[in-house]
């Protein structure tokens, strides 16, 4: 089974710092990996994910990750905080849920509570 | 927005009842996935359906229930609730493509509070 492990439940910044959120993967095949937003009362948004296209994924506002197969991380950073991204930050893998099919079940991490602080 | 649609947003109910929870999905999606988001579990996978078929059982307990209509919206039945049932349900769909993984969008969840 796949499993998602974040490093800090909890990151805090300064607006204008680095983000950088970590995230490590347990997985026997190669894996899709997904970065969701929670913010407080919405649901989850899609940040970016990786499919194997290339290492160095971009995202919606500024986000990227980079996808280290021999650290079996996939780490999300952004070059400079907004107080608008203090959020919880989910990573995720995907697993199969049937046999050579497309569709897949998310397996998520615990979260990264991220506070901007002005 | 999503696109995906979950009713009702809050529902507050009394332990052994019966609550049902209710998904659209994006228009022309075919997998609905189930989510339960609690504070001690975090957020896990329940259950998936595709084309009215269950496809795949998460940590889903006997006494939750699901099902998708030929409309394509789906409802998780929950019974004989327990305090413990407490927590964010969030409904999810995706489109299916061959190959690759598909995203999977997010509604904005219902919040269920058993007392």
């Known amino acids: 089974a796949q499993s998602v492990t974040q490093l800090g439940s909890h990151v805090s910044v300064s607006e204008g710092a680095l983000v950088l959120l970590r995230c490590n993967y347990s997985?026997?095949?190669?894996?899709?990996l997904f970065w969701y937003v929670q913010y407080p009362n919405q649901g989850l948004q899609l940040l970016l994910k990786?499919?194997?296209?290339a290492t160095l994924v971009k995202g919606i506002n500024d986000f990227e990750a980079e996808f280290k197969k021999s650290e079996t991380s996939f780490h999300l950073t952004k070059p400079s905080a907004h107080m608008s991204d203090a959020a919880e930050y989910f990573c995720?893998?995907?697993?199969?849920?049937w046999g050579g099919g497309s569709n897949y079940k998310l397996t998520f991490g615990k979260g990264t509570l991220l506070t901007v602080n002005p | 927005d999503s696109g995906v649609t979950q009713t009702p947003k809050h529902l507050i109910t009394a332990t052994g009842q019966r609550v049902t929870l209710r998904c659209s999905p994006r228009?022309?999606?075919?997998?609905v996935y189930w989510y339960q988001q609690s504070l001690d579990q975090g957020l896990q996978f329940l259950i998936q359906?595709?084309?009215?078929?269950?496809?795949a059982k998460g940590n889903i307990l006997e006494r939750f229930s699901a099902q998708q209509f030929p409309d394509l919206h789906s409802e998780l039945n929950l019974s004989s609730l327990e305090l413990g049932d407490s927590a964010l349900y969030f409904c999810?769909?995706?489109?299916?493509?061959?190959?690759?993984?598909?995203?999977?969008?997010f509604g904005p969840g219902t919040r269920l509070t058993v007392l």
């Open positions: 995720a893998v995907s697993e199969a849920s």
């Open positions: 999810a769909s995706s489109a299916r493509t061959s190959g690759g993984s598909d995203t999977q969008y």
């Open positions: 228009s022309g999606d075919l997998s």
């Open positions: 997985s026997s095949v190669p894996p899709y």
């Open positions: 990786y499919t194997s296209a």
């Open positions: 359906y595709y084309n009215g078929e269950e496809r």
